[in-house]
């Protein structure tokens, strides 16, 4: 079956510290992996994505890595800023139909 | 663009009424829209799809009888939580999905903020 496996929070870190949130999954098929945040009162909203195995996505100097041999797909950032503090969800889907979600990590930044 | 509504963001309700709940596309037409649980500490649960115009297709475990779902027109979808119990208190999100410009098709789901239903 699919499902996704993220670390547990609260993350805490100083602003300009070095990101790393851990995201595995098991998956049938090829499916393609994202990175959603939701700031406090808003919806979710898509951090980056990859579609294919050793795909990078990027967004807003967050990264992640499509890694099929580790079935993984870490989100880093080489240096948050306070407005970083945000939950994020791992996701899977094959169809982009049905999404299956990552329990959230709550990452706050501190000044 | 693409900006997708909840309304209400919080509902407390008695145990055995019902509640509903509205999912809105404001600035495009949502073909399909998805409604989600969340319990706290827990991943987004996929509760439902559902096609502009179609009946909703459940997930398995999901009572279509007790979560009524109706997506009438491109920019509304409603779930209505009926005889509303202290289990059905969660997190309930939607998103939707559609063309967000002219000529173009998108797989992307646009998320709503989520709406807090306490059931006492």
């Known amino acids: 079956g699919n499902s996704v496996t993220q670390m547990e929070g609260p993350v805490t870190l100083s602003e300009e510290a070095f990101l790393t949130i851990n995201c595995t999954y098991t998956a049938t098929g090829y499916p393609s992996l994202f990175w959603y945040v939701q700031y406090p009162g808003e919806g979710l909203q898509l951090l980056l994505k990859a579609t294919k195995a050793d795909d990078k996505g990027s967004n807003k100097g967050f990264e992640a890595t499509y890694r099929k041999e580790t079935t993984s797909f870490h989100l880093e950032k080489g240096s948050v800023q306070v407005s970083d503090s945000a939950v994020y969800f791992c996701?899977?889907?094959?169809?982009?139909?049905?999404?299956?979600f990552g329990s959230g990590t709550k990452l706050n930044v501190k000044p | 663009g693409a900006v997708v509504s909840q309304h209400p963001s919080w509902v407390i309700c008695k145990s055995g009424t019902s509640v509903k709940i509205e999912c809105r596309s404001l600035?495009?037409?949502?073909?399909?829209m998805f409604w989600y649980r969340q319990f706290p500490k827990q991943s987004l649960m996929l509760m439902a799809t559902?096609?502009?115009?179609?009946?909703?297709?459940?997930e398995q475990g999901v009572e279509k009888d007790k979560f009524l779902i109706n997506h009438a027109s491109l920019t509304l979808s409603t779930l209505t939580v009926t005889s509303a119990h202290p289990e059905d208190s969660s997190f309930y999100i939607c998103?939707?999905?559609?063309?967000?410009?002219?000529?173009?098709?998108?797989?992307?789901?646009?998320f709503g903020p989520g709406t807090r239903l306490t059931v006492t």
């Open positions: 996701a899977l889907s094959n169809n982009f139909n049905k999404f299956y």
């Open positions: 998103s939707a999905r559609g063309p967000v410009g002219p000529g173009t098709v998108s797989y992307e789901q646009y």
């Open positions: 600035d495009f037409q949502a073909t399909t």
């Open positions: 559902s096609n502009e115009g179609s009946k909703a297709t459940y």
